[in-house]
C-alpha cells in the first residue's frame, strides 16, 4: 500500500508503521482503511500501542529494545496467560495474534482487542465520583479472587512456573534482580535481603498469579461496578495467592507522590474502602482460606522496590519505555522504606 496511507503519530519510536500495517494485512483479514498507531503513555515495562483500522480497534504489545534483564519484558507469557484465561471467568482481552518475528518491527509483539473502559493509573481514582469507588475497590478485590480460584491445570497452565517453595524461589531471584541492576546502595534493601528467607511462612499453595495486580492494570465498566479486563500480565506465573492479594494493596502503603498511592488521604471522605475491607472483599470471594500478614506485604513492598530499580537502570541505559523512568526509579528507595515499616508496625 502506499505509504500516505499509514496515519501514525510523530511519537512513535523504533519502528517502521508500514511494515506492522503490511504484516497485520497478511495476517488479518478484513482491514480496511489506514492504519493510524498511536503510542500509550503512561506504561514503565513494555512498549504499548492503540492499533486503529475503520472497523477494528486493537492493541499492540511488544518488547523494548536492546539489552534486557533476563526473563523480563516476557510477552510471549502474556500472550499465553490471556489466551488461556479466555475460557474462564477472569475478565481478559481477546488475544488476536502473536508474531515471534523480529524482523517486523525490531522485537517480538502481540495484538489483542481493544476494549471500552476506564484505566485510573491513580489508587484514589480522583476520575471516578465518591459513590462509584467503594463498589469498584470491590469489585477489585472479587476479580482477584476469581483469579485465584481458577485451576491452572484446568485452562492448559499446569506448566506456567514452577509449583511449591515460591517465596523462597521469589526472595532469591528478586535479590538476584537486585545485583543486576542496583544503581545504588540501599540499607533497607539489604535489611529485606536478609530478613525475608528466614521468616517464610509455612503454608505453600499455588495458584495463577498477575503479578503486578492493581489499579492501573485493570480497566473498569465506564458505568457498572465491574473489572471489563485485566491487563498487563508479563510478570503473571505460577505463585502464592497472597503475594498478589498483598501487591495490590501497596496502594496503602503508599503516598499519592509515591505511585499514586492512598496513604496520608482521608480515605472515608474519598468513599475509598481502608485496606482491612478490600481484604475481606478478597477473602470472601476467594476459595483457598488463607489470610495475609506483614510477610506478605514486606515482601509484595521489596518485589516493587526491585522493579522500580530496574525501571532506574533501563533509564540510565537509555533503554526505558516511559520518558519519566529516571524519576521513577527512585520510587525504589520509598517502597523498600515502606517494606521495612510493615515489618516495624506488626
Keep these: 500500500m502506499a505509504h500516505e496511507d499509514v496515519a501514525l503519530s510523530p511519537a512513535v519510536p523504533g519502528f517502521d508503521p508500514m511494515q506492522v500495517d503490511a ?8 482491514l480496511s482503511g489506514p492504519m493510524r498507531l498511536q503510542p500509550i503513555a503512561g506504561g514503565q515495562s513494555n512498549p504499548t500501542y492503540f492499533v486503529t483500522y475503520d472497523r477494528h480497534r486493537f492493541v499492540l504489545r511488544k ?3 536492546g539489552v534486557l534483564l533476563p526473563s523480563a519484558h516476557a510477552i510471549d507469557r502474556e500472550y499465553r496467560v490471556m489466551s488461556a484465561l479466555a475460557q474462564t471467568v477472569v475478565p481478559v482481552p481477546r488475544m488476536v495474534l502473536y508474531c515471534e518475528d ?15 473502559g476506564e484505566v485510573a493509573h491513580d489508587a484514589a481514582l480522583p476520575t471516578v465520583s465518591p459513590e462509584r469507588r467503594q463498589p469498584l ?12 480460584n481458577v485451576e491452572p491445570s484446568a485452562v492448559g497452565l499446569g506448566d506456567y512456573g514452577r509449583g511449591g ?10 535479590t538476584r534482580q537486585w545485583e543486576l541492576s542496583r544503581t545504588r546502595e540501599d540499607a533497607n534493601v539489604q535489611a529485606l535481603i536478609d530478613w525475608l ?13 498477575h503479578g503486578d495486580y492493581r489499579v492501573g492494570n485493570v480497566m473498569f465498566h465506564p458505568v457498572e461496578p465491574r473489572v471489563v479486563g485485566v491487563l498487563d500480565w508479563e510478570l503473571s506465573t505460577l505463585g502464592h495467592p497472597l503475594a498478589d492479594l498483598a501487591h495490590s494493596c501497596i496502594a496503602w502503603h503508599s503516598e499519592p507522590s509515591e505511585y499514586g498511592g492512598l496513604r496520608g488521604l482521608d480515605l472515608a471522605r474519598l468513599g475509598l474502602p481502608p485496606q482491612a475491607e478490600y481484604e475481606e472483599a478478597y477473602y470472601d470471594a476467594v476459595d483457598h482460606g488463607l489470610r495475609m500478614t506483614a510477610f506478605h506485604m514486606a515482601f509484595a513492598l521489596f518485589r516493587f ?9 533501563r533509564a540510565k541505559g537509555g533503554n526505558a519505555a516511559d520518558a519519566n523512568a529516571g524519576k521513577t526509579g527512585l520510587l525504589s528507595a520509598s ?9 516495624e508496625r506488626a
Design 165 to 174: 517453595n515460591y517465596f523462597s524461589r521469589q526472595i532469591a531471584r528478586w
Design 197 to 209: 528467607p528466614a521468616h517464610v511462612p509455612a503454608d505453600d499453595i499455588t495458584a495463577i498469579a
Design 137 to 148: 475497590y470491590q469489585a477489585l478485590a472479587r476479580t482477584l479472587a476469581a483469579l485465584h
Design 305 to 313: 522496590s526491585v522493579i522500580f530499580e530496574g525501571i532506574a537502570a
Design 102 to 116: 523480529e524482523q517486523v518491527i525490531g522485537t517480538p509483539f502481540y495484538l489483542m482487542d481493544r476494549l471500552d
Design 23 to 30: 504484516y497485520l494485512r497478511a495476517h488479518l483479514s478484513g
Design 335 to 343: 517502597f523498600a522504606r515502606r517494606a521495612v515499616e510493615a515489618l
Design 63 to 65: 518488547k523494548p529494545g
